[in-house]
């Protein structure tokens, strides 16, 4: 009787053990599957696709010395053009300055939102200049200097939309039909603050590529694109976004001249950038670099035909600039 039973314990015991051996053996090939399955996370230094690597400019900035250092933001992503010009006039300014603040040197930092370039200016801290739309709020904090980048080019806002509403929007005739569609902007952008401002339906967002996608994925309805960039942007993109398009007919109107900001106590760099500005416009040069980098004739063309609706930008200082036609671009 007790060799029976002591024999039945062991076949137990023997099954329980084959039981764990398998238990144990389809885990192990479970995590293996898993293993080969799963794609390698990349690495945290290699930049994802379609951005621009993390500039190695973004430690605090040095001691002042004889060399003016301007550093800058990098572009959001290798699409991204919208500061060429601004980039290349950079560049005659402190050329056309040296003989009379000395040398320069310029850095591109790191590609960053409005809202935190506004807050690393003030701070002092990774750059030095910045470009962005006139605000009352901004020229508060910061030190701008107050002549109109490209020439107010900016001003003029045509819409790109998807191909499936072209018709729907050929067929709008006031602001108030505009109102009722959804626009789509970055949250920080002056655009969207003006825009608000007088009750458009809008979808704001925080990826300025991720708008493009947005757009083309039918999250709003719209995406106003200052007539300097919204060819460049619409070429750059068609291909992988073919649903896009440029809405026929109309047009926006936003008072928003582009300025460069400095931190309030850059008294020199300040000064040198308007002095160089003003050079450059007196001796033609500006004019011919705005040439070069603007098709003026194509950009006229892009607002003919379309009315044009006017918005009020409530938060615009006044300047003299305003009464200085030469400086502006008429359609």
Do not use: C
């Not at 509403?165 to 602001?175: E, K, T």
Request: charged share 20%; net charge positive; glycine share 4%.
């Amino acid at each position: 009787m007790l060799q029976h039973t002591l024999n039945a314990i062991i076949a137990t015991a023997t099954r329980v053990a084959r039981i764990i051996i398998l238990v144990a053996v389809i885990a192990m090939a479970i995590v293996v599957w898993h293993h080969y399955s799963t794609p390698p996370t990349p690495a945290s230094n290699v930049p994802a696709p379609n951005t621009v690597p993390p500039s190695i400019h973004d430690a605090p900035l040095p001691e002042a010395s004889n060399v003016t250092l301007v550093r800058f933001p990098s572009p959001t992503s290798n699409t991204d053009k919208r500061n060429d010009f601004t980039i290349a006039l950079l560049h005659r300014i402190l050329e056309a300055t040296v003989n009379s603040y000395g040398p320069y040197k310029i850095e591109m930092a790191s590609s960053m939102s409005r809202e935190r370039q506004h807050t690393e200016l003030i701070k002092g801290n990774g750059i030095t200049l910045i470009d962005n739309a006139a605000s009352i709020e901004w020229e508060k904090e910061l030190k701008a200097i107050t002549f109109p980048l490209r020439r107010g080019l900016q001003n003029y806002r045509l819409l790109l939309i998807h191909k499936k509403n072209i018709a729907q929007f050929s067929a709008l005739r006031s602001l108030e039909e505009l109102k009722l569609l959804r626009g789509g902007l970055m949250s920080d952008w002056m655009t969207a603050s003006v825009m608000k401002a007088a009750n458009f339906n809008l979808v704001l967002g925080n990826d300025y590529e991720g708008l493009f996608h947005m757009l083309n994925h039918g999250r709003f309805d719209y995406f106003p694109r200052a007539l300097n960039e919204i060819h460049i942007e619409y070429n750059a993109r068609k291909a992988q976004l073919p649903s896009l398009a440029i809405a026929p007919g109309i047009a926006l109107h936003i008072p928003s001249p582009t300025f460069f900001y400095v931190n309030k106590n850059n008294t020199v760099l300040h000064d040198r950038l308007e002095t160089g500005l003003w050079i450059l416009h007196k001796n033609g040069e500006l004019d011919t670099l705005f040439k070069e980098h603007h098709n003026i004739d194509h950009l006229r063309n892009a607002l003919r035909n379309r009315i044009l609706f006017k918005l009020d930008n409530p938060y615009l200082h006044q300047h003299s600039i305003y009464d200085t036609p030469e400086l502006w671009f008429t359609p």
